[in-house]
């Protein structure tokens, strides 16, 4: 689903934040980014979807070479992902059923299908009661979920989380990893950057480690 083969990414300004990484994440797979912060976690992410390009070497999503993608083409590519953050990056004039729907609404899908598949994702996080719903009357962990509605409305191969649980408690965030785990299940290849390491450790997952934007160690299930 995703390889990295040596692959570099410089800043303007001289400043390295990926160097040599190189590993292949199978179609299907879960897997960890972890490492400190500044180390690469977050860069790495925005090289799959397009929202940075590397410097030097190759990157493929699902067999795609994406260092030869057109402008044209990004947005073809960024249909086969769904992306989570932090910090929610919700409408907050919009209801929860607006927010979940806009991915749709651009693809250009019709009144009667969106309607269908934003009650449908709603209902994998358990929010189709809140659909009309502003995101500002929602807890914490309830934004989060509308954002991973959104993320899977069109059904993309995969999920690309940045730091998903950074906000949210601990019994918050393990919810919200077992939804990631049952969107998995179900054949979702699913990475997920995160610093909440005693959380991953209870999980039987991949991790794959960052030290200053080299890929430092690799767990089981992916080659480096």
């Known amino acids: 689903m995703i390889r990295f083969d040596n692959v570099y990414k410089r800043y ?28 690469g976690k977050s860069t790495l992410l925005k090289l799959v979807a397009l929202l940075e390009h590397a410097t030097r070497g190759q990157l493929f999503l699902d067999g795609e070479n994406l ?41 250009g899908y019709r009144h009667q299908d969106i309607g269908r598949r ?43 989380a940045d730091e998903p649980t950074g906000n949210l408690d601990p019994e918050l ?3 919200i990893m ?12 699913v990475l997920i950057a995160s610093h909440d390491l005693d959380l991953i450790a209870t999980l039987p997952y991949t991790q794959l480690q960052l030290h200053h934007g080299r890929l430092v160690k690799s767990a089981t299930g992916t080659d480096t």
């Open 118 to 160: 934003v009650r449908a994702a709603l209902d994998k996080v358990g929010l189709l009661d809140r659909e009309r719903a502003l995101p500002i009357t929602l807890s914490g962990g309830e934004q989060q979920r509308v954002g991973i509605a959104r993320a899977v409305v069109n059904k993309p191969p995969l999920l690309l």
């Open 67 to 107: 260092s030869q993608t057109s402008r044209r083409g990004i947005p073809y590519v960024r249909r086969k992902i769904g992306m989570i953050f932090q910090n929610y990056r919700l409408l907050f004039d919009r209801t929860v059923f607006d927010n979940v729907a806009l991915p749709l609404v651009i693809a």
């Open 178 to 189: 077992h939804l990631f785990e049952q969107f998995n299940q179900v054949g979702v290849s």
């Open 173 to 175: 965030s393990r919810d």
């Open 12 to 39: 303007p300004g001289g400043r390295d934040a990926l160097q040599g990484v190189s590993f292949h994440l199978h179609a299907g797979a879960m897997a960890f980014l972890t490492g400190h912060s500044g180390a």
